[in-house]
């Protein structure tokens, strides 16, 4: 494939965040194919390699409205004077060629929100300002004449931009996330007694995994009463400011000698290691990575219908998929994992469905597509 100058334009990099590591595994996959790789960023704290090109694009802000406004406009500043080939935005920029859906619809994520609200508070979340301007530049850039293509990173979230934007399915393109399945593997039974003593867990007990920062939307509520209700333990890896709550929450439950707040970790295969199964009732989330490599490390996954993730799951195969909030169906479901899920059928289940999501095939279908949009 001819060289082509690729910008890919993401707000905010951090180390922990999901679409960032997408970003990054893109990156990599796509460095290795001699393409002219560059980043629009506001504030970039990963990686960097001598094949990318990063441009800083950060005005001045008073507010959050504010803070997406102007990076919008510098950065689409910017790309316009670089004449750039295609450009790939990861945020909700009118005037992109492509956009990666990887955050969902902003809508349909209030939808499932307000229902942890009082029904008079329910209105206002749709009538808040910021709210208001994220949807607005939501349906500008869907209806935008420069829009070639959206990759979505599951099914479900591209039927929810059919239904709600009547974007051309055609238009449309589904890539999973990849997984580097030799560096997310199972853990040696001695790894595990090793790991469960280091994090005080018995080595006979059921432990679930929670990772995710933003505790409300990964459903860190939802996880703390099921495995109150189920005498598990559960570890929780990642940050929120209202951690307290968290922690109250399980005191009032008589759990909290069973709960491991460890906060955000470079490196999680430690904690999937040391676990049974990932405990994820996210309220609504396109397809987090961490089912990935949760899988990889053949932890059988509990997870949300509203969870693109759940497309990856075979129920009482390799994993459940329940309610986000349904407590009763996510106890069950803990109760249903195997007495030692150390190296069992759902456990192997679990890591062979996750073999063919490799970067190269990622590369591949990303290229595919480029190939296809630059010959148009």
Not at 216 to 237: D, F, Q, W
């Amino acid at each position: 494939m001819k060289a082509f100058r690729l910008a890919i334009v993401r707000q905010k990099y951090r180390p922990d965040g999901g679409a960032e590591r997408f970003v990054s595994r893109v990156l990599d996959a796509l460095g290795q194919q001699g393409l002219d790789l560059n980043i629009i960023t506001r504030e970039w704290s990963g990686d960097t390699n001598p094949h990318w090109r990063v441009y800083l694009c950060d005005p001045l802000k008073f507010g959050r409205i504010s803070r997406e406004r102007g990076f919008a406009q510098a950065a689409r500043a910017l790309w316009q004077k670089e004449h750039f080939d295609l450009v790939q935005s990861h945020e909700r920029l009118p005037g992109c060629d492509i956009y990666r859906a990887g955050d969902g619809v902003h809508r349909r994520w209030l939808l499932h929100r307000a229902r942890l609200l009082p029904e008079w508070q329910r209105g206002w979340l749709f009538m808040n300002r910021y709210n208001r301007y994220v949807m607005n530049t939501e349906r500008a850039m869907y209806s935008a004449p420069e829009l070639k293509a959206v990759i979505c990173n599951a099914e479900m979230i591209k039927q929810e931009i059919i239904e709600d934007f009547a974007v051309p399915a055609d238009k449309i393109t589904v890539i999973y996330n990849a997984i580097d399945n030799q560096k997310f593997l199972p853990a040696s039974e001695q790894q595990r007694q090793q790991l469960r003593t280091q994090y005080q867990i018995p080595l006979q007990a059921r432990c679930l995994v929670f990772v995710g920062s933003g505790f409300e939307r990964k459903g860190l509520a939802a996880a703390i009463r099921a495995v109150a209700a189920t005498g598990s333990y559960l570890l929780v890896v990642g940050k929120d400011k209202a951690e307290k709550r968290y922690r109250s929450l399980a005191q009032s439950l008589g759990c909290t000698e069973r709960i491991r707040f460890v906060g955000v970790q470079k490196q999680t295969l430690p904690f999937y290691q040391a676990a049974d199964a990932l405990l994820l009732p996210t309220l609504y989330d396109p397809f987090p990575n961490v089912i990935l490599e949760a899988m990889s490390c053949g932890l059988p996954v509990i997870t949300s219908t509203t969870c693109g993730g759940a497309e990856f799951i075979m129920p009482e195969r390799n994993g459940f998929v329940c309610d986000a909030l349904d407590i009763a169906a996510l106890s069950d479901a803990i109760c249903a994992l195997p007495a030692q899920t150390f190296d069992s059928k759902m456990a192997q289940a679990a890591r062979q469905r996750i073999m063919s999501a490799t970067p190269e095939l990622l590369s591949q279908q990303l290229l595919g597509l480029y190939q296809k949009l630059l010959t148009k």
